[in-house]
């Protein structure tokens, strides 16, 4: 491993532990399976925003611009995260599941003909490496190369730490 | 937040598309593990290092997805004092 990722790592690391320390708390608080169920999931995309901001903030010193997007994708998940979802309409949960995948399906299908058409052979990726829309051609494979680098990072580190817990049980 | 910005204004007069991509598609080649690389540069090896890097990341994020759920969980069972986060389990970790 070359210094520089070692460096990545080690600050990655410090970032996400630091993230994690903060949400630590047993679910001494839920008393239904259901509410725990709830709990874990909500706190599992608080992780997961936590390990991409970590990553993208410990990958900043090359100044790309996946972390800039990275880190506004974040913070407005965040803020919708907090606010809740609205209650205008109420779906009984058997039927949200269903409608959420429907309308999540179409979306995709009327979205992925249109992105290839306009946007050449390199649309998927674009869609893929944050803020790739913007970029052009030759900064899009160098921010790709960057951001994939800095991915396996993260599911390493992460790994490695999901490790760690489940041995110290 | 996207941009409407069609790709072949964005590249520049000199290069066409093609070639930027198959020049620079090999220093994805160099980065990515699995693939092999040694092989001619050309507009089909391209495009398959493109689709690979394309499954590629797909995998890494949806293993950070599986990830987060697993730490969700040990989270919420583990952890009353607060020994684990300490630097010992960072040079633990790092030694992975």
Redesign the interface.
């Known amino acids: 491993m070359s210094a520089t990722t070692q460096q990545l790592e080690r600050n990655f690391t410090h970032r996400f532990l630091t993230s994690l320390r903060r949400m630590n708390s047993p679910d001494s608080k839920t008393t239904t399976t259901h509410a725990a169920g709830l709990v874990i999931r909500r706190r599992s995309l608080r992780i997961k925003r936590a390990a991409y901001s970590s990553m993208a903030r410990a990958a900043a010193g090359s100044h790309r611009a996946w972390t800039r997007a990275v880190l506004s994708r974040t913070r407005s998940q965040r803020r919708r995260q907090q606010h809740g979802v609205r209650p205008n309409y109420i779906i009984p949960p058997s039927q949200r599941r269903k409608s959420v995948k429907r309308a999540a399906k179409l979306k995709k299908k009327t979205k992925k003909k249109s992105v290839v058409r306009r946007l050449g052979r390199a649309g998927k990726l674009r869609e893929l490496v944050p803020g790739g829309s913007r970029m052009e051609m030759g900064q899009l494979l160098e921010e790709t190369a960057h951001y994939v680098q800095c991915l396996a990072v993260q599911v390493r580190v992460m790994q490695a730490v999901a490790d760690h817990f489940s041995s110290s049980m | ?3 409407r ?4 204004r ?3 007069s000199t290069m066409s ?1 093609d070639e ?2 198959t020049d ?2 090999l ?2 080649q160099a ?3 699995h693939l092999n690389p040694r092989q001619q540069p050309s507009r089909a090896q ?2 398959k290092v ?2 690979e ?2 499954s ?3 995998k ?2 949806k ?3 599986d ?14 004092n ?1 020994q ?2 300490d630097l010992d ?2 040079r ?3 030694q ?1």
């Not at chain 2, 910005?5 to 072949?8: K, M, N």
């Not at chain 2, 759920?69 to 952890?79: A, E, K, N, P, V």
């Open positions: 937040m996207s941009s910005r069609p790709a072949s964005a590249t520049s598309e930027i991509i620079l598609v220093k994805l980065l990515l593990p391209a495009s493109l689709k890097t394309c590629y990341i797909r890494l994020e293993e950070v997805d990830l987060s759920g697993r730490l969700s969980q040990l989270l919420g069972t583990i952890d009353p607060n684990d986060f389990s960072i633990s970790l790092l992975i």
